[in-house]
């Protein structure tokens, strides 16, 4: 990728964390070009559009949107100020084929301003059971899976030097949960067990200092302060009961000080947390220097969001997205074949470590330019590389990761905190003798279509394809991919050196995340992962494995890749053992009939829940696979609890093979519950 412009300088500005300060960089001289200038209206409004995007001046007419720095979340934006400018959809896959003002322009110019996704606005009125949005429907019911659980907790933790205003962090603290109803926002469930909404009004937020300053040394100072933020960090959240934003304050020394704050994913996601950090500086500032915060007012809430969801995702639209995910995800593997040191526990836990790395500048800048000669993002190069690293480890062409999307393609959205990440399911097909290029050329395929079909929730998707339901693993993926963004200059307060630091616990919500990030010395790689699967030294081989394919890829291209990479196979660590294969082959349920009163009861019950007649329910089925989902099963649970008078939680009966075993365990449970009835009787009548 050649430069548009060279600026030379004698030093490079930096800011308070060391780093190159962008913002402080000298605008690079362009030369006027006539043609480079808008010709008309539609020309010159893609000019400002493009500008505003990418954040730098000079934009021409012939650049090229991803030469001048854009990727794929810039080109999501780039579509969502298109879409509220012209009134079109564009689909993602046109910004890469009409990379140039000059050629998008033509392609504005042939077709008419349309628009399948309807705007969202604010909801006329609320309802009184607002309801969840799909994202906050998968996590609610996952908690109910789970129990008590810190698993889904977002925390964050800022060093802090400098002379801070205690009163204005709390005050900051508190206009945030003020300005965003989701952070104020709790569920409460309906009689039949429906979730829904409920917005309440916050007069302040509870800030708690804690006082480490008298500790007798940095090492217990330390001590201390880890052992918070880990209690911080494990501490769960009462959906039904809690503010979804907690924050407290640590001072270590005079004019030292942590904020810790933990935001619950049901209201946040990775976006909302730079949100959070942008709008606590900006409140701060205000506080000290007694004006308005440099905020524009928010036009819409989360729960706008959820109704506009819910009134235009469902019937004909979300089947149309849905056929494209089930003709792409047609048998794919339960579970990756990625060789693990310890048995998969068959509850899955979330015990997570890091290791972080670098891959050389050299070897990060030579794939860049490689994806850029074939018209593709940094990710789909980064994203075909694991997936050929992965098949070399597992010895399967069949590779499955998923990847974030940021899903705020809708207008108003972009400076609100709310639970909108999606999560994409990426297949690279790596059968027969494909190079390098033929498997970049299949990804960057694969994720525009992604991006194309990304309003289908997680939680939809799952319900429609019908994989095997596990508490030991997730479903459709266990391996995510994330392509970070740097946000540190959002850290920037006069007189405050800010920086963030490891808060609490680590977890791993899945196998392996790896998380990539561009850095001034290189592509800066994180990779967290599930400590009761993998050994430490397993990922460090991995890691330096994944660099080697970068490297092997991007000299040889062109080369079966397998050839490419073979080096991998002699490389592979002794250590590793496969897990148990799980048996993909599918096979016909039997029909067979209920047995009994329970048995029968619960064949009702299924029957009113699913719509259909009770002769349809097989024994040897369990809920799922007769066509139940999520939100369906836990009517379900409600329904058996109030007929047969007992309290079963998710967690108890969601591993059930069929409805055999689960009329079973009801029997189980009505029998030790008439005992206890018996036995609390008969001690009423001794007492007596």
């Given at each position: 990728m050649l430069p548009s412009a060279i600026v030379s300088m004698t030093e490079f500005p930096l800011n308070s964390n060391g780093k190159i300060d962008r913002k402080a960089l000298p605008a690079p001289e362009f030369t006027a070009v006539q043609s480079q200038a808008g010709r008309n209206g539609t020309e010159r409004t893609l000019v400002q559009i493009w500008s505003a995007i990418l954040e730098r001046d000079g934009v021409g007419i012939n650049d090229n949107f991803f030469e001048?720095?854009?990727h794929s979340l810039t080109a999501m934006k780039l579509v969502s100020e298109i879409k509220k400018q012209f009134n079109i959809?564009?689909?993602?896959?046109?910004?890469?084929?009409k990379a140039s003002i000059v050629a998008f322009a033509d392609w504005l110019n042939e077709h008419q301003p349309q628009s399948h996704i309807p705007v969202l606005r604010a909801a006329a009125h609320k309802e009184e059971h607002i309801p969840l949005s799909y994202a906050q429907q998968r996590l609610w019911m996952l908690a109910h899976i789970e129990g008590d659980s810190s698993h889904y907790n977002?925390?964050?933790?800022?060093?802090?030097?400098?002379?801070?205003?205690?009163a204005a962090v709390a005050s900051a603290i508190t206009q945030i949960v003020q300005r965003h109803e989701v952070l104020r926002t709790s569920i409460q469930t309906t009689p039949e067990g429906e979730p829904y909404q409920m917005i309440s009004e916050v007069e302040a937020v509870n800030l708690p200092l804690v006082d480490l300053s008298a500790s007798a040394n940095t090492l217990e100072q330390t001590q201390q302060l880890q052992a918070y933020l880990t209690n911080e960090t494990k501490s769960p959240f009462a959906l039904d009961s809690d503010l979804m934003l907690r924050a407290q304050l640590f001072r270590l020394g005079n004019e030292h000080y942590v904020l810790a704050a933990t935001m619950h994913h049901i209201a946040s996601d990775g976006w909302s947390m730079d949100i959070l950090i942008k709008e606590f500086v900006a409140f701060y500032k205000a506080y000290n220097q007694s004006t308005a915060p440099s905020l524009q007012p928010l036009e819409l809430q989360y729960a706008d969001y959820a109704c506009w969801q819910r009134n235009w995702l469902y019937g004909d639209v979300l089947d149309a997205q849905l056929d494209y995910w089930q003709q792409q995800l047609a048998g794919i593997p339960q579970v990756h074949s990625l060789p693990t040191d310890k048995p998969r526990p068959k509850v899955q836990t979330f015990v997570g470590a890091r290791h972080r790395s670098f891959v050389a500048k050299e070897a990060y800048q030579q794939l860049e330019i490689l994806c850029q000669r074939?018209?593709?993002?940094?990710?789909?190069?980064?994203?075909?590389a694991f997936s050929v690293l992965l098949s070399q480890y597992s010895n399967s062409k069949d590779v499955v990761i998923g990847t974030p999307t940021a899903n705020r393609d809708q207008s108003g959205i972009a400076d609100m905190i709310g639970f909108f990440v999606n999560m994409l399911v990426l297949r690279t097909d790596l059968t027969g003798q494909p190079s390098f290029?033929?498997?970049?050329?299949?990804?960057?395929?694969?994720?525009l279509e992604a991006y194309t079909h990304q309003h289908v929730p997680f939680e939809q998707l799952v319900d429609k394809l019908q994989p095997k339901r596990s508490l030991s693993f997730s479903p459709l993926f266990q391996i995510l991919l994330v392509m970070q963004n740097d946000n540190v200059d959002e850290l920037v307060v006069p007189g405050l050196d800010i920086k963030p630091i490891t808060s609490g616990a680590q977890v791993s919500k899945y196998d392996i995340t790896l998380s990539v990030s561009e850095s001034d010395a290189g592509l800066y790689v994180e990779w967290e992962y599930n400590t009761d699967l993998f050994d430490e030294q397993t990922i460090v081989t991995l890691d330096l494995h994944f660099q080697r394919?970068?490297?092997?890829?991007t000299q040889h291209p062109e080369e079966n890749i397998f050839t490419a990479t073979s080096w991998i196979q002699d490389a592979l660590p002794t250590s590793v053992v496969s897990h148990l294969a799980l048996n993909d082959e599918s096979e016909q349920i039997a029909y067979e009939p209920p047995h009994g009163e329970t048995e029968q009861q619960l064949v009702r019950i299924c029957a009113e829940l699913l719509g259909v007649g009770e002769f349809e329910i097989s024994m040897l089925a369990n809920f799922f696979e007769l066509g139940g989902n999520s939100l369906l099963f836990i009517r379900l649970l409600t329904k058996v609890n109030k007929v047969f008078?007992?309290?079963?939680?998710?967690?108890?009966?969601?591993d059930l093979n069929n409805l055999r075993e689960f009329a079973s365990f009801i029997t189980i449970n009505c029998q030790a519950m008439q005992a206890k009835?018996?036995?609390?009787?008969?001690?009423?009548?001794?007492v007596i």
């Open positions: 001048l720095g854009g959809d564009v689909p993602l896959k046109v910004i890469f084929e977002m925390p964050m933790a800022l060093e802090i030097k400098g002379p801070l205003c205690e074939h018209e593709a993002t940094l990710f789909m190069g980064i994203q075909t290029n033929d498997l970049l050329a299949q990804s960057k395929k694969v994720l394919v970068i490297e092997s890829v008078g007992i309290k079963l939680k998710v967690q108890d009966v969601f009835t018996e036995m609390s009787e008969d001690e009423e009548e001794e």
